[in-house]
């Protein structure tokens, strides 16, 4: 698959060599028109297809993956069902746990074909190494915030200010963002990160908007993730968070709103107005669409499709574990079409581009997401003969929809193989997994600590099925 000439869109291509030079394409000639040089090294690209490397721009590496087994299927009612909140209130994953979340979420990411992603946390030891080890592309999205989610009920959420901490917290994102751009890999960047539109007071954010606007660097936050926020902002400035945004000059190109599912037209939100989407689009800024956490809490965008025919840059991101683009893209296509009961929403391409151009594009880049002369040799290559690859009339077709990472075999960032064999050449995720399941089992243990009703994680979150005794 390469790019279609100067053209935003992917075609399909048989037969070609690529060739990498100092970490870039530099060339796709008809295979065999130029034979290789000697010493030049050569990867047998025979029964392969090559994709450009997935780009996600929001995910939480450090934190999702302790959630494994505890967030799928929970959630507060009275909170409209999301389980953001209670969730982010009682369990708080240790930082030797967070730090082994990550190895294992970049090994997952990169097993799905991953190569660029938007890490998005507050900063631990030893991040920006990890991020480095694992060969992958990134941007730094040290998270900050003058407020933090508690509850006193089920159906009443509170917001502890702290503007001081929210100040001390940007100054040391601003540090860590310099020092991830100063790294000699030359595959970190930046991003400025506060954290939620609810959360962060408007002197910080403008602060934050500020920073953005002098670097260069991508800038984003959440919004329109819960009815909760959509109600609580409503409250405070009688408009909904996108335009309060709007309000604040925050919206721009450069600018990723995560997840914008709560848009004033969405059906659990109805307000009055009908003018979200068009600021959005308007102002250039792109949405970071994560369908997985959504669905999973019976919720979806209103829908994909509309978003995209507005002219809003729509890429594709993992909120939650696992950290696969592949399973996003599917379901962005099937919750799109659930939602506009229409299958022209979102089809097998648009999600696809979605998870590359869309993405990239979003960052302001043009030089990741495709496969073409220039581009850098971020690669994907991905079994053809697999059984769900097979017939291989559609290759993305069966990609998406059947095999998805079962089939990816080797993963190149800036030509280097990071993925070999289906398995990562630098990390160690079968170490982390250990120190993460300890981890995860004190995360849950202190809950009775920091649960507003002090309740163990059993009756937070339940097992899927009772331990039977006997
Ligand atoms: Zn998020």
């Not at 082994?100 to 799905?112: H, N, P």
């Not at 901490?165 to 970190?188: C, P, Q, W, Y």
């Not at 959509?230 to 968070?241: K, N, Y």
């Not at 959005?280 to 959504?294: L, R, S, T």
Request: charged share 25%; hydrophobic share 45%.
């Amino acid at each position: 698959m390469v790019r279609d000439g100067a053209a935003d869109r992917h075609v399909y291509r048989r037969d070609v060599d690529l060739f990498l030079k100092d970490g870039r394409i530099a060339e796709i000639t008809p295979a065999g028109a130029r034979p290789p040089q000697a010493n030049e090294p050569v990867l047998d690209g025979a029964g392969l297809l090559a994709l450009p490397g997935l780009v996600n721009i929001h995910s939480h590496p450090s934190t999702e993956p302790g959630y494994r087994g505890v967030r799928e299927d929970h959630g507060v009612p009275e909170q409209q069902m999301t389980g953001l909140i209670e969730r982010l209130q009682a369990f708080r994953l240790g930082e030797e746990g967070r730090a082994a979340a990550a190895e294992m979420a970049y090994a997952e990411m990169l097993r799905a074909g991953t190569t660029t992603a938007c890490d998005v946390t507050v900063p631990f030891d030893g991040w920006l190494e990890t991020m480095v080890r694992s060969g992958m592309r990134f941007y730094a999205a040290p998270t900050f915030a003058s407020a933090r989610w508690g509850m006193s009920a089920p159906q009443t959420v509170t917001w502890k200010w702290d503007e001081a901490g929210g100040i001390a917290a940007f100054d040391k994102a601003k540090t860590v963002m310099a020092e991830a751009e100063a790294h000699n890999s030359g595959r970190l960047d930046a991003m400025v990160f506060p954290a939620q539109i609810d959360t962060v007071t408007p002197e910080l954010f403008a602060a934050g908007r500020r920073l953005a606007d002098e670097t260069g660097r991508p800038f984003s936050t959440h919004i329109g993730q819960s009815v909760v926020e959509v109600r609580e902002m409503i409250r405070r400035h009688g408009v909904t968070p996108v335009q309060w945004a709007a309000a604040q000059a925050l919206l721009k190109p450069g600018t990723v709103l995560a997840h914008c599912i709560l848009l004033d037209e969405h059906p659990q939100i109805a307000w009055h107005t009908r003018k979200d989407l068009d600021l959005i689009a308007d102002a250039g800024a792109a949405v970071a669409h994560c369908p997985q956490p959504f669905a999973r809490y019976g919720l979806a965008m209103d829908h994909v499709g509309r978003y995209r025919a507005r002219g809003v840059t729509v890429g594709l991101g993992t909120d939650c574990a696992p950290h696969n683009l592949i399973e996003e893209m599917r379901l962005a296509i099937v919750a799109g079409r659930l939602m506009s009961e229409d299958i022209a929403s979102l089809d097998t391409g648009g999600a696809f581009e979605a998870a590359t151009i869309g993405g990239a594009k979003a960052l302001g880049r043009d030089d990741i997401g495709v496969l073409a002369p220039g581009a850098l040799a971020d690669i994907v290559l991905v079994d053809l003969a697999y059984p769900l690859m097979q017939p291989a009339r559609d290759p993305l077709r069966s990609f998406v929809f059947h095999a998805a990472d079962r089939a990816v075999r080797t993963v190149l960032v800036n030509g280097e193989v990071v993925l070999k064999d289906g398995a990562p050449v630098h990390l160690d995720p079968a170490g982390a997994m250990e120190r993460l399941a300890e981890a995860q089992m004190r995360m849950l243990k202190d809950s009775e600590k920091h649960d507003y009703a002090g309740r163990p994680a059993e009756q937070i979150a339940p097992l899927s099925l009772p331990l039977s005794s006997g």
